[in-house]
């Protein structure tokens, strides 16, 4: 039988220096997926990369043989041995897994409860994973369901409520840091979406200037002109580093962007006036021996959590509810993907009663020798009556033992006891009977 099969780390279980070594950016993304997916143990897979955790989602026949492969996988992508990051792990099989990226979805498991870019993250991963062709009949159903679950969690409860984010989190640190922000200068390092958000936080708190440093100039000029600041090119930083109180970092860069040497120089020129560098990307941006510097005080998103726990009792209240709804979802979901072992082993007895059905009354019809059209109905018909009535309660109690924790004993007896085919394409059955499911196979 198929099961769902989740290895990851995130916030909780990782450090910022772990999980920046296995994220991956997106053209890293679409390369590992289809380096995934070529492992045997593998029948669908999908990758989710965030700030705050790397999951990597497969279904597969072979739960042991799929987890071993996604860790060597993870080794040979990221050039990092198993010993080193094999305690962060985590592995999630079945319902757990399932009930696990619900929670996800859902901003249950985020560091910020709540916060509504996980959801596009997820989603983002699925159709990545879904364009490449790494996902099928399992994975597609299971982000779909999530996807709603999500929904429902958003519409149905308050956990959106009073706005918390890393970015939120980031410049109520810099208010704490300065408590009055009028004179004091921000530098943003990055134009994405985070970087945007942050941005918009500081500059409600009532900045007295903001720069925005992108690679991309016109992306800076952008965000620059939308929240009246001044854009500069991301080369500029080090120059601009000397005439700054607050640095806030969100690039998606694989390297450093601010190294100790730039900030000495900047120390230099500005006095040894004391600078705040808050640093949200993942991999960061600022060489961590940049805090060893005097009046230099560095924090990367793992400190952020202190100051985001104030923000959050509210969501907290909402998130009984909310994990009410996860938990409806996973069992709403754990009961198609255990049915799907079912709907095989019905078709297959039908199937197999049908045949002796069709042999016995073409025995019997050639006893009887010459015999009218009315009579051959009549012991066709007599013949589906008695298979019919003789089926109806097996597959009753089969169907509704489907998703009990005895299911796969019942249809483990039902392919013993009749000695049927254990290899069957995956099926659905609906109101008009029961209908293939197309399945994205390997080759």
């Not at 999630?92 to 249950?108: D, I, N, Y």
């Not at 984010?165 to 980031?170: I, Y």
């Not at 016995?360 to 007599?382: C, H, N």
Request: with cysteine; charged share 30%; aromatic share 6%.
């Amino acid at each position: 039988m198929m099961q769902i099969v989740l290895v990851g780390l995130n916030h909780r279980s990782a450090p910022v220096e772990v999980r920046e070594r296995f994220s991956f950016s997106q053209d890293a993304l679409e390369e590992g997926l289809a380096k995934l997916y070529q492992k045997k143990g593998v029948e669908e897979c999908s990758v989710l990369s965030t700030c705050n955790r790397v999951e990597v989602y497969a279904v597969s026949p072979n739960t042991n043989q799929c987890v071993e492969e996604i860790k060597e996988f993870l080794c040979e992508f990221h050039k990092v041995p198993l010993e080193f990051f094999s305690p962060y792990l985590y592995v999630l099989v079945g319902h757990t897994a399932v009930g696990h990226l619900f929670r996800v979805a859902s901003s249950l498991d985020s560091m910020v409860i709540g916060e509504p870019q996980i959801l596009g993250q997820v989603k983002e991963a699925y159709r990545v994973a879904n364009l490449k062709g790494t996902t099928g009949l399992i994975l597609n159903r299971l982000f779909h369901s999530a996807f709603f679950v999500a929904k429902r969690v958003r519409a149905e409860t308050k956990i959106g409520s009073h706005g918390v984010s890393v970015g939120n989190a980031a410049a109520q640190l810099a208010k704490r840091i300065f408590h009055d922000l009028s004179k004091r200068t921000v530098m943003v390092i990055g134009a994405g979406e985070i970087a945007e958000i942050t941005a918009r936080h500081i500059v409600g708190l009532g900045i007295k200037d903001l720069l925005i440093a992108n690679r991309t100039l016109e992306s800076a000029e952008e965000l620059a002109h939308r929240l009246r600041g001044r854009a500069m090119r991301i080369e500029e930083i080090h120059y601009n580093l000397r005439s700054v109180d607050i640095v806030i970092t969100a690039t998606g860069s694989q390297g450093f962007v601010i190294r100790p040497q730039h900030v000495r120089e900047a120390m230099k020129l500005r006095k040894n006036e004391p600078v705040f560098m808050i640093d949200i990307a993942v991999p960061r941006d600022i060489d961590p021996r940049v805090e060893e510097i005097e009046n230099v005080y560095l924090y990367d998103i793992d400190d952020l959590q202190g100051v985001l726990e104030e923000n959050l009792k509210i969501r907290h209240e909402h998130a009984k509810r909310a994990e009410e709804i996860t938990v409806q979802g996973e069992r709403d979901f754990g009961a198609w993907l255990d049915g799907l072992s079912v709907v095989p082993a019905i078709i297959s007895l039908k199937k197999r009663f049908e045949e002796i059905k069709l042999a016995e009354v073409q025995r019997a019809l050639r006893r009887f020798g010459d015999i009218s059209d009315r009579e051959k109905r009549i012991i066709e018909a007599m013949a589906s009556g008695i298979v019919g009535k003789i089926l109806h309660s097996p597959l009753t109690n089969l169907k509704r033992e489907s998703s009990s924790s005895v299911g796969a004993l019942y249809v483990d007896a039902i392919r013993r006891l009749f000695q049927l085919d254990s290899e069957f394409l995956f099926l659905e059955e609906d109101d008009t009977g029961i209908q293939p499911i197309e399945t994205n196979e390997k080759d």
